[in-house]
């Protein structure tokens, strides 16, 4: 009983105990955490890229049902704006005219606002010579009996009678009617000599159907492609990260997955063998940024070539120790004086400045007047300028520096998507995910390692072009 009562009391004592790491052992954990994290940035930026990219799919697939839906709207409308104008041609209108003209049938003006007003005085006319001449036939038959008819008087009121002569007024009613029939035709002749009325303008020609020109306008549809200008030229910019690997199917793998001899110790980044130390990654990843001109041609209505000049920096990290001041020979031709060991101590940063000048050939998918939506392909050659980079030979598991030994002139293969804005008459800007992968080992021995860089991130450029 009393043993299981200390038991206990241990127990509980160990469970409030909580051992903190060393600082040291700290340090080493939090650096292979952050190499860990890096090893999934590759992945993670995929990921956004396909979701990215099926996003907007998703929306230009429902943009694209819209537009069959207004296409099928405006037909409509148009088949019914030619109805009208077919019933307007019928009943003798030739258009719609917005000018205010001033003419009438006695000399005076009058403001006629439209068509349709020329139309109404027209007809008011109309009435008003229908009403004299039943009030001249009505006078005529009450008067014809008390009436003498005086040759010599003939057409003209009787001095000093208050009666109108019937003949008088039949010539009267006459003439206003003259005068009305050539104040009609002068109003239609100017409805049809207005430009908007020409035959150019009609909404079918050569119809059957049609009396007389057609006077409806169908304006065009709003949804119209835009069409890519024939040159562009303008700045850009990338910034992401940058590793190192042995193959396209080794992405994610380790350089080394085992020590050479045992007893091994396996930690996150790298493998422990006695006093010596084995990196799984020769070269972890770092920052990538570049930056340049391109000038982009256009070769049909939604595709173009892109070309440029860039100057591109690169980076990669080595764990290694100290330096190792002792002659080391790399081969039985080559030896150097100094050297380092691979480890978890120190994190060397290695530097590249290259040169380069890409090509590629640039699609849109998706284009609007305001925006578009593509994708862009090609190869870039890369020149280098200078490097501190340290160079891992394997078989002696040691870092060492010797700029002799890089290969100086590397070809890329590269890839990405684009979104484009219009900003103005003349500018536009573009961004999007961009990846490389260099074909070229970046040593000029393989003796020294198999690596090649892969770069990816995101690429940003103002365009400009001629209106």
């Known amino acids: 009983m009393q043993e299981n009562e200390f038991e206990k009391q241990v127990k509980n004592l160990m469970e409030g105990f909580k051992p903190a790491p060393s600082d040291e052992a700290w340090a080493k954990i939090s650096r292979r955490l952050k190499e860990k994290r890096r090893r999934r940035l590759p992945f993670i930026f995929l990921l956004a890229t396909g979701l990215a990219a099926a996003g907007l799919l998703f929306y230009y697939t429902g943009n694209k049902q819209d537009t069959v839906q207004n296409t099928v709207a405006i037909n409509n409308s148009n088949a019914g704006i030619a109805q009208d104008g077919a019933v307007l041609n019928d009943s003798g209108v030739a258009s719609i005219n917005n000018k205010v003209e001033k003419n009438n049938a006695d000399n005076s003006k009058s403001s006629l606002p439209t068509d349709k007003g020329r139309v109404n005085f027209i007809s008011k006319k109309m009435n008003e010579v229908a009403g004299i001449n039943k009030s001249i ?39 206003l009617q003259k005068d009305l029939e050539q104040a009609t035709s002068e109003e239609i002749q100017a409805v049809n000599q207005n430009p908007v009325n020409k035959p150019d303008n009609n909404i079918a020609k050569n119809d059957s159907n049609n009396n007389t020109h ?111 001041n002792a002659n080391y020979a790399i081969s039985p031709d080559y030896m150097v004086n100094n050297y380092y060991r691979p480890g978890v101590v120190k994190e060397y940063i290695n530097k590249y400045n290259f040169i380069e000048l890409p090509v590629s050939f640039q699609q ?18 890369r020149q ?14 040691i870092y060492f520096s010797n700029d002799d030994l890089l290969r100086k002139t590397q070809l890329q293969l590269q890839a990405g998507l684009n979104l484009k804005f219009n900003t103005g008459k003349t500018t536009s800007v573009y961004a999007g995910p961009q990846i490389s992968y260099s074909l070229s080992n970046f040593t000029k021995n393989k003796d020294n390692g198999n690596f090649h860089f892969m770069t990816y991130g995101l690429k940003a450029g103002l365009l400009f072009h001629k209106k």
């Open 214 to 324: 057609d006077n409806i306008q169908i304006a065009k549809p709003a949804l119209q492609s835009n069409k890519l200008p024939k040159w562009q030229w303008g700045v850009n910019a990338f910034y992401g990260a940058n590793s190192t690997v042995k193959s396209i199917g080794s992405i994610g793998k380790p350089d080394r997955q085992s020590a050479l001899s045992a007893p091994t110790l396996t930690a996150p980044t790298a493998i422990i063998s006695g006093d010596t130390v084995f990196n799984k990654y020769a070269y972890t990843s770092s920052s990538a940024y570049s930056f340049g001109f391109e000038v982009q041609r256009s070769i049909s209505k939604n595709s173009s070539i892109n070309a440029g000049l860039n100057f591109t920096h690169l980076a990669t990290a080595s764990n290694v120790r100290g330096v190792v």
């Open 137 to 175: 036939k009505k006078n005529n038959t009450g008067i014809s009996a008390g009436i003498t008819k005086d040759n010599s008087l003939d057409g003209k009121d009787q001095p000093g009678d208050v009666i109108t002569n019937a003949k008088g007024n039949d010539d009267k009613a006459g003439a």
């Open 384 to 397: 280098l300028l200078n490097s501190n980079s340290l160079i891992y030979n394997e078989q002696g598991n």
């Open 364 to 381: 849109n998918l998706l284009q609007r007047k305001m925006f578009a939506f593509g994708y862009n392909a090609g190869f870039s050659v």
